[in-house]
């Protein structure tokens, strides 16, 4: 579970008592008439879809994201990670997408270029030289499998892509494949097969045949992976070997002695945090700014940043997310009266005030 963090305040303005925020304006998308779509509300936008809609969701990365159209942008260099999103509105060419935490549950409006393209079918990559028909050596990207593209040629419509993840892979396939929503795999990690255990560090290369060939004959690079299936030993330096999980399954050859491939560098780092000093209530509406519209709330009794606003009845609020501390407005009288704006039933109820001995 995400940690969040805060500063304790001493309050001393008057303040009028807490009142339901008022509801935030539905907006239509530019380019769309109210007729063409339904306005978006976006805190009722932000509770998690049910099982059986089969929503579909994105991944983004880190860059810039503003909490309200023309507000301030948060650089995001504190993120290091993808992060799975749902979009719910557009503007141009921007997005805004649920993100949708244990923690709390937010809007945030990002650039579309954030947004990671998704597998959307079985992919089959021919292995380097054209496909092999009387070879089992394959490679497959599975639908859900998030890759980042590298390149795009307009003559046949195909885009460079890198997929990473247990295994590293590089390949172009067709336009059609790619796109901005998917649903997410079914199968986390390695599919067990019963087969043998061939063990591998970062870097191993899997092969189209059993012999080196530098990058001629490199079907992937073991990444964040490290357990093959051995299908057979070839001889004392080589073994056919597979491997599959929800987005991606592959067969080929790993030598023992061939040197590492080189793995692209790894997104993964020390994101900052800040110090919690107070708990605020589950439900506790997140306002994009003091005076500004709500985009989220709070999920549970948590423990946040809590500041002094700057302005009477509001306060600053900073929670952990996936771009680093981010700091909201939350309204009220104190940190123990703040207005509410969760959706009835979307998380648990606040536990009750203390009684006095």
Request: include cysteine.
């Amino acid at each position: 579970m995400t940690a969040v963090c805060v500063a304790s305040v001493a309050c001393g303005a008057s303040v009028t008592p807490p009142q339901a925020p008022p509801a935030a304006k539905p907006r239509t998308p530019t380019g769309a008439s109210a007729a063409d779509k339904p306005p978006i509300d976006p805190i009722a936008a932000l509770a998690p879809p049910a099982a059986d809609e089969g929503a579909l969701s994105s991944t983004v990365v880190p860059g810039p994201i503003q909490l309200e159209l023309g507000g301030t942008a948060v650089s995001g260099a504190g993120a290091r990670r993808p992060t799975r999103v749902g979009v719910i509105d557009r503007e141009g060419n921007l997005v805004r997408v649920a993100v949708r935490l244990d923690h709390a549950r937010f809007s945030a409006w990002l650039d579309h270029k954030y947004v990671l393209p998704m597998i959307q079918h079985d992919v089959k990559i021919d292995p380097p030289g054209g496909p092999r028909f009387e070879s089992d050596v394959e490679l497959t990207l599975h639908p859900g499998a998030v890759v980042q593209r590298l390149a795009h040629r307009d003559k046949d419509k195909k885009t460079q892509i890198r997929y990473d993840g247990a295994v590293e892979v590089e390949a172009w396939i067709d336009d059609r494949a790619l796109g901005d929503k998917g649903h997410p795999s079914d199968h986390v990690g390695r599919i067990p097969t019963g087969r043998p255990t061939y063990m591998v560090l970062p870097g191993a290369v899997i092969r189209t045949e059993p012999r080196w060939g530098g990058e001629i004959n490199q079907l992937a690079l073991v990444a964040n992976g490290y357990a093959l299936d051995t299908i057979r030993e070839i001889d004392a330096s080589w073994a056919e070997v597979g491997y599959e999980d929800g987005d991606v399954s592959v067969r080929g050859f790993v030598s023992r002695h061939d040197p590492p491939g080189r793995l692209h560098a790894s997104r993964d780092g020390d994101t900052p945090v800040v110090t919690p000093n107070a708990v605020i209530a589950s439900g506790t509406c997140l306002f994009a700014r003091a005076g500004g519209e709500p985009v989220g709330y709070v999920v549970g009794d948590r423990p946040v940043g809590f500041d002094d606003g700057g302005r009477a009845g509001w306060w600053e609020v900073t929670i952990d997310t996936p771009w680093g501390p981010l700091g909201f407005a939350a309204r009220g009288a104190s940190k123990s009266e703040l207005v509410a704006c969760a959706p009835a039933g979307s998380v648990p109820a606040p536990a009750p005030p203390p009684t006095s001995p």
